[in-house]
Nanobody, 125 residues
Framework: QVQLVESGGGLVQAGGSLRLSCATP????????MGWFRQAPGKEREFVAA????????NYLDSVKGRFTISRDNAKNTVYLQMNNLKPEDTAVYYC??????????????????WGQGTQVTVSS
């Protein structure tokens, strides 16, 4: 059973920062792309950011470019999402995700083989 343990969500004022973490204790995914998706109330889950197995080629949703940074530490089996200058429209449940195939890029929900449990991010205005 693959376990993705997320942390770092919370309540923050607009303009503030949060750092999300997602660890995979006891399991290494250094050959899989990892990423973050989010789902706001009443909306579909959407792609936010992804990073390749080597930590290169980050990719972002247009609305978070310049504000969010994805990174990973394969030695710690952890992926991070640094979120700066948060806006109320960033409010959502954020989910960590791992590509179901090796050495493949995350492009859509159908690429995902493993999901985290989700962590709530709330940005107040």
């Amino acid at each position: 059973q693959v376990q993705l343990v997320e942390s770092g969500g919370g309540l923050v004022q607009a303009g503030g920062s949060l750092r999300l973490s997602c660890a995979t204790p006891g399991r290494t995914f250094d050959s899989n792309a990892m990423g973050w998706f989010r789902q706001a109330p009443g909306k579909e889950r959407e792609f936010v950011a992804a990073i390749s197995w080597s930590g290169s080629n980050p990719n972002y949703l247009d609305s978070v470019k310049g504000r969010f940074t994805i990174s990973r530490d394969n030695a710690k089996n952890t992926v991070y999402l640094q979120m700066n200058n948060l806006k109320p429209e960033d409010t959502a449940v954020y989910y960590c995700a791992i590509h179901r195939r090796l050495y493949s890029i995350i492009r859509s929900l159908s690429d995902i083989g493993y999901w985290g449990q989700g962590t709530q991010v709330t940005v107040s205005s």
